[in-house]
């Protein structure tokens, strides 16, 4: 644990993110020069890498933890934390001294101590931890309970540490980035065996290629900002783009290889097992092949459907939503909510990586072995999850521009622009002709009123930066209406303005409810969102997607926020 | 029951038997100061009365005004009351202040902290049947460690910048912080550069017989000898032109707001050092303890927190409002000026 609480300690106490370089590639220079220390550095990456283990002890057990450790008040650890904002680091700071010292190596704690405790009781559990914590320097508890509860928050990325450790080993950052794939995900234990993997030389021959059921790097896209007056300089004819709707679902890259089926999500985790129904893709795709797409739900139906591209029947996310995170899917989540992947890259075919090839020929290649895929299905009458993104065709951009004010009808945010003669790239590629662009709407907004505060986590502890907005009840003639709440956002104000907004919080604060403040309505803030549905858990019965302050009104005052209607028009189909 | 020996008024604690109040924030007639940090010592009262060695911090403060001095432990009747100051050990000379009328003892501690700092007159405990006490870091999760080690750390960070030829620039309050640090620093690492600000109080304390290592003005020292310095620096000063003289420099701040990785992080400061001129969460209790009072008035800090924890151990403690430091003490981070010596 001391090895990793000092190289957590220095990076986090560096102010920039050369020196938060720095000091992971210091460290695995000296961890790759030493044998003994491959088994820890594999945890070490996993977790700086942002992998996150299942849980291993609840919150709240280490609340417990505190109450009996501490000999104080449940309300004054609950103050203690909230003037905190982090539970790790309020354990830290809350637990006596050790009396005694022992250190043991990241691998020996995650195998042998943390991981167990799953198998243990409530009981078996807290003894453990009492007993570790009077061996452990008070130093290094913050980064063991930071590991325990999952939440490290240090600030590195997973690109940052494979330019470390590309930059430690000498290796090609891309090869680094393939050999990462899939290194963080959730269940995994990683071995000493995983490190030496990701830092060994190159082999002859090996260029970066995945492994049986590895995924490829995802190519990310850009936010395309510029006005549309802008785009036939940066940009050239609209013949060289290929231009898709930005779908609103999960990325996704499906990989059939050697008679297997996996799926990827974006985050790198394997998710097949969320997704039984994409099974049937197997039977109708070729071998060794591996298709970049979107999950999404669609409209339960049990005949097949004429057209490989139609997208009439797609879902909003929120129903999407409902499929996550569940362990058990049952049939009646299946039949209700059955996604497709709708497919817009052929990274691999015939086991031939084909990320080098040109946009255009990838996807005539990628028609092809859709279009195929469909009509052997549409033979037997499958009704296929599996559809092909249409590629839209305008005479310039101007017309593009108006089709997109069509997306949201359509379930989608945007356009996605990728220049037809440009390769698959790796990540989100800094700059030059290549790049895919997201080419979203512009956000829906409304004029909300900041009615709760709570106090934020991290560098803004102590903070109120969390707000919660609402709308008026009604129009400004009805003397009872009320503020109707339905979002939440953090995002959005300069440091400026969120220390202006933290005062008048405490200024204007009704009542205290733990970390949270009931406010005189006194701010309306622009607030900004990407989509918008039915929901109950706000008393408007109206959840937007990613919230975020777009501007501070602050020449507005409340009376003249908007109101539900407002808020309802929009909803698709105009509410009501 | 008698009638309180100090009261909430509007210009501050107020003490009616006595007609004079306790570190008013508002204009009074007589104001009794506990100590120089300038949330407690403000402008526009008729007359000042404080410990003798706060008087030259209170003339530089706020002019040409009327002071009375105390040494500690010395009597004075004031109306009805006597009045006598004890050492606080916060600053030099920062006071807490005894009232005693008709029998009954109170004890209005201004801001005080329990480790002897080597500047200030080390923190006495005064029996009393009523305690004022502050509580700026009046919650469990502030403990402090020793002096010793504080000082080692900075003494390291210090030493392994000047190693690497870069200045070190540390911000503390100007009153308190700033000569405790220089009391302890190693001054063999390199030479000590103060800003303007500090460097009037550093003369004041030398003045008084407190002997501090010598200190320069940004502009005595070459290229070479910034490399080398390590520079004190109230808060405020760091956003000026005055830090650029340093080139590339490492930064750190010594306060007890330290203790919090929010607080270091949200400062984006290279190091923060946990030194503080407050009493930590053990040091109230102690200090609490020490004085035998029964009922134990709350002040600025976790004012609410710290008298329920103490009414659940069987005191009749009460927070109590006044406008020292900030609210509820957590705002304060945000807070540039040189105000409570946190």
């Known amino acids: 644990m001391k090895t990793f609480a000092t190289l957590y300690r220095r990076i986090d106490a560096a102010t920039s993110t050369q020196h938060k370089r720095q000091a992971l590639i210091d460290y695995l220079r000296l961890a790759v020069g030493d044998p003994e220390q491959y088994a820890s550095a594999a945890w070490t990456v996993y977790f700086l890498a942002g992998g996150k283990p299942r849980q291993m002890i609840s919150t709240k057990l280490l609340r417990q933890l505190a109450l009996e450790a501490t000999d104080l008040p449940e309300w004054l650890i609950d103050e203690c934390y909230h003037s905190v ?113 990701l830092v060994a030389p190159a082999e002859a021959g090996e260029d970066g290629r995945p492994l049986r059921g590895q995924p490829y790097p995802f190519f990310l896209a850009h936010p395309l900002q510029a006005p549309l007056s802008a785009f036939p300089e940066l940009l050239g004819p609209v013949d060289d783009w290929l231009v898709e709707w930005k779908f609103d679902g999960i990325r996704a890259q499906f990989i059939h290889r050697a008679g297997e089926w996996w799926l990827w999500s974006r985050g790198e985790e394997l998710v097949s097992d969320s997704f039984p129904e994409l099974a049937a893709l197997v039977e109708f795709l070729p071998d060794d092949i591996v298709l970049d797409g979107e999950l999404i739900v669609v409209a339960p139906r049990s005949d097949a459907r004429s057209a490989v591209d139609d997208l009439s029947d797609l879902r909003p996310f929120s129903e999407l939503q409902q499929r996550l995170g569940r362990k058990v899917l049952t049939p009646k989540m299946l039949r209700d909510r059955p996604v497709a992947l709708i497919a817009y890259d052929l990274l691999e075919k015939d086991g031939r990586d084909l990320r080098e090839r040109p946009q255009r020929e990838r996807r005539a290649l990628l028609e092809e072995v859709v279009s195929r895929a469909h009509s052997t299905a549409m033979q037997v009458g499958a009704d296929l999850p599996l559809r092909l993104s249409p590629a839209l065709t305008q005479p310039d951009w101007e017309s593009f521009a108006r089709q997109r004010e069509e997306a949201r009808a359509r379930g989608a945010e945007g356009m996605m622009l990728k220049a037809m003669g440009a390769p698959y790239g790796v990540g989100r590629q800094k700059s030059g002709a290549n790049l895919w662009w997201k080419w979203k709407l512009d956000p829906m907004s409304v004029d909300a009123v900041l009615i709760y505060a709570a106090r934020g986590h991290g560098r803004r502890s102590g903070v109120y930066s969390d707000y919660t907005f609402g709308v008026w009840s009604g129009p400004p003639e009805q003397t009872d209406r009320t503020l109707l709440t339905f979002a939440k956002a953090y995002s959005g104000l300069s440091d400026e303005e969120m220390r202006k907004v933290d005062a008048t919080i405490r200024r204007t604060t009704i009542e205290n409810f733990g970390p949270v403040r009931s406010v005189r309505p006194t701010m309306v803030f622009e607030l900004g969102f990407e989509g918008i549905g039915a929901s109950n858990r706000h008393k408007s019965g109206i959840a937007v997607r990613f919230p975020r302050m777009l501007r501070w009104r602050q020449d507005k005052p409340v009376e003249d926020a908007d109101t539900i209607e407002a808020l309802r028009a929009l909803l698709p189909g105009g509410g009501a | 029951m008698t009638k309180d020996l100090i009261v909430p008024a509007a210009e501050g604690l107020y003490c009616p038997p006595g007609k004079f109040h306790i570190d008013p924030w508002r204009p009074a007639a007589l104001a009794v100061i506990t100590h120089g940090h300038s949330d407690h010592a403000r402008w526009g009262s008729g007359a000042y009365l404080c410990h003798e060695d706060c008087a030259p911090i209170l003339r530089r403060r706020l002019g040409d005004v009327r ?110 912080k700033a000569q405790r640090l220089l009391k302890h620093l190693d001054a063999n690492i390199g030479p000590i550069v103060c800003h303007g600000a500090i460097e009037p109080l550093n003369q004041i304390h030398r003045d008084l017989g407190i002997a501090l290592p010598p200190t320069l003005n940004v502009g005595a020292l070459d290229k070479a000898g910034l490399s080398r310095c390590l520079a004190l620096a109230p808060p405020h000063a760091v956003q000026s032109g005055w830090i650029r003289r340093f080139g590339d420099h490492s930064d750190a701040f010594a306060s007890g707001w330290m203790r919090l990785r929010g607080n270091r992080r949200r400062r984006g400061l290279d190091q923060g050092f946990a030194l503080s001129d407050h009493a930590d969460w053990p040091g109230l209790l102690q200090a609490i303890a020490a004085t035998g009072a029964e009922r134990i008035l709350v002040t600025h800090g976790s004012g609410e927190a710290l008298s329920r924890y103490l009414r659940e151990k069987g005191y009749d403690a009460w927070p109590m409002a006044t406008e020292y430091g900030d609210e509820e003490g957590e705002a304060e981070p945000n807070v540039e000026a040189d105000t409570d010596g946190a």
């Open chain 2, 67 to 176: 002071i009375e001095t105390l040494r500690y432990g010395e009597r004075r009747d004031i109306g009805e009351v006597r009045l006598s100051l004890h050492p606080a050990g916060h600053v030099l000379g920062s006071a807490q202040v005894r009232i005693e009328h008709r029998g009954e003892v109170w004890v209005a501690s201004g801001d005080y902290k329990l480790e002897a700092d080597g500047v200030s007159a080390p923190f006495e405990p005064v029996p009393c049947d009523v305690f004022i006490t502050e509580s700026t870091f009046g919650l469990p999760i502030y403990r402090w460690r020793p002096q010793a080690e504080v000082m080692a750390d900075i003494n390291s960070w210090w030493a392994e910048n000047a190693r690497a030829g870069r200045a070190s620039v540390m911000q503390a309050y100007g009153l308190g």
């Open chain 1, 85 to 197: 904002g982090d539970l790790a680091e309020t354990l830290a700071l809350l637990l006596p001294p050790a009396t005694r010292v022992e250190d043991a190596p990241l691998d020996l704690w995650m195998n042998e101590r943390l991981l167990p405790l799953r198998e243990r009781d409530d009981a078996e559990r807290l003894a453990a931890l009492r007993d570790w914590l009077d061996a452990m320097p008070s130093d290094d508890r913050l980064p063991f309970f930071k590991l325990v509860t999952g939440e490290l928050r240090i600030g590195v990325s997973k690109l940052q540490m494979t330019h470390a450790i590309a930059q430690a080993t000498e290796l090609d950052a891309k090869l680094v980035a393939q050999r990462m794939m899939g290194y963080t995900q959730a269940n995994r234990a990683p071995q000493a065996q995983d490190f030496v993997a």
